[in-house]
């Protein structure tokens, strides 16, 4: 399994942006579909955005369509998630998500989907 690390959380007003990067290890990381889901307090953790291996295919959620962007640079072996436009129910611990390719459903929407996590970065916005 793959190794990842989030960064770039923080707390920001709303109408901010930020940008989350998911660094990951082992020299495979093009082969991997990646995620983002997020946990608000109270609240199951929930999808957020996926992006296919190779950086063709994006799929969001509706609450982040328009706002949020998923990319990845696989000759960095990272993730990156743009939030653009926050709102304070974005407020939330992220997480990225990884999940082999040939193992995939797409879109991969749950939980499930995804075998290998990383520890989360909170990212809270205040109103």
């Known amino acids: 399994q793959v190794q990842l690390v989030e960064s770039g959380g923080g707390l920001v007003q709303a109408g901010a942006s930020l940008r989350l990067s998911c660094a990951a290890s082992g020299r495979t990381f093009s082969t991997y579909v990646m995620g983002w889901f997020r946990q608000a307090p109270g609240k199951e953790r929930e999808f957020v955005a996926a992006i296919s291996w190779g950086g063709v295919n994006t799929y969001y959620a509706d609450s982040v369509k328009g706002r949020f962007t998923i990319s990845r640079v696989n000759a960095k072996s990272t993730a990156y998630l743009q939030m653009n436009s926050l709102k304070s129910e974005d407020t939330a611990v992220y997480y990225c998500?990884?999940?082999?390719?040939?193992?995939?459903?797409?879109?991969?929407?749950?939980?499930?989907?995804?075998?290998?996590w990383g520890q989360g970065t909170q990212v809270t916005v205040s109103s």
């Open positions: 998500a990884a999940a082999p390719r040939d193992l995939t459903r797409w879109p991969p929407l749950k939980e499930t989907n995804f075998p290998s």
